[in-house]
């Protein structure tokens, strides 16, 4: 099972499917924003499948605004699991990416809180902070909706809210980047890497760039992040120069963003993503983790 449930014969057995199939990317998007983790998003999917097969329809005014409580909580309850799973993580923890399918990108805010480096944000709010922001910011539910969902009174929602969004916004971009920046930026930076000239990276990297890797203890990743436009120039001209005739660096759509995915001997090995700020890129994220690249073989729809 993914999540979507099989549909059975009976009225309230049809209507409950029939709500779950109609919410379910809306669903999904709520748990992947707060989960970082499509893996995990389809669990919490599941779990939500089977609280929602067991309601009786005739109590719900709002299926929509049920479904997405029960899925914000399960999401609470596993993104506090998750917190203590990645304390023992191998190496730098980066969230799942997701190949989108090309409305996403269409939808520019969502594609901005889907991004990684959005993501990685939004992976230092608390729990209960993170799940605000999202159903707030994000898919603008009302604060009398998100109380319910986080269990909270409506004055400790916008409390919380109100603290989350000057957390995230000291730590997010403070320029809006279009796909078209980040496109040129990528195919510099492609460019550069093909060459193995360093100062051809030099020239598309930010001073204090980081780049960051994640094998998660499956395959060889950098075992802790790199900082500083010199270092991460270097490291990426060795680290590709050693197989340059084997790699193929191609374009793809990313969480709702331009991205590249590596292709070594023709078979996936890492998906790259880029922050880019002021015309150069401030942030190179590359999952290698085979564990996470499994939703890159087919687009994820996303819906707010």
Request: glycine share 6%; charged share 25%.
């Amino acid at each position: 099972m993914t999540g979507t449930p099989q549909t059975a014969p009976g009225g309230a057995r049809d209507d409950a499917t029939t709500e779950f199939v109609t919410h379910r990317n809306l669903l999904f998007t709520v748990a992947y924003e707060m989960l970082g983790s499509a893996a995990d998003a389809e669990d919490v999917l599941q779990e939500v499948w089977l609280r929602w097969s067991d309601v009786d329809l005739a109590e719900v005014r709002d299926p929509r605004a049920y479904l997405v409580t029960i899925t914000t909580r399960q999401s609470l309850t596993r993104l506090r699991t998750l917190g203590r799973r990645k304390e023992s993580y191998v190496g730098s923890w980066l969230p799942e990416p997701l190949l989108t399918t090309p409305d996403v990108a269409e939808d520019v805010e969502l594609a901005d809180n889907v991004s990684m480096a959005m993501l990685l944000v939004l992976e230092t709010l608390a729990p209960t902070e993170r799940a605000v922001f999202v159903l707030r910011e994000v898919f603008d539910l009302g604060y009398d909706e998100i109380a319910q969902a986080v269990g909270k009174t409506q004055a400790a929602v916008r409390q919380i809210a109100h603290r989350a969004r000057a957390h995230v916004a000291a730590r997010r971009p403070r320029e809006v980047v279009s796909p078209a920046e980040t496109r040129a930026a990528l195919e510099a930076f492609r460019r550069a890497v093909d060459s193995g000239d360093v100062q051809r990276l030099l020239d598309v990297l930010a001073p204090d760039v980081v780049l960051v890797g994640d094998g998660g203890g499956v395959v060889q990743a950098l075992p802790k992040p790199v900082f500083g436009a010199d270092r991460v120039a270097r490291v990426l001209a060795t680290g590709m120069g050693r197989v340059a005739a084997a790699v193929a660096l191609e374009p793809a759509e990313v969480n709702g963003q331009p991205a590249l995915v590596l292709r070594l001997d023709g078979k996936l090995d890492a998906v790259i993503t880029v922050r880019v700020e002021g015309g150069r890129i401030t942030g190179v994220y590359a999952v290698r983790n085979p564990e996470k690249l499994s939703r890159m073989r087919q687009e994820t729809a996303l819906r707010r």
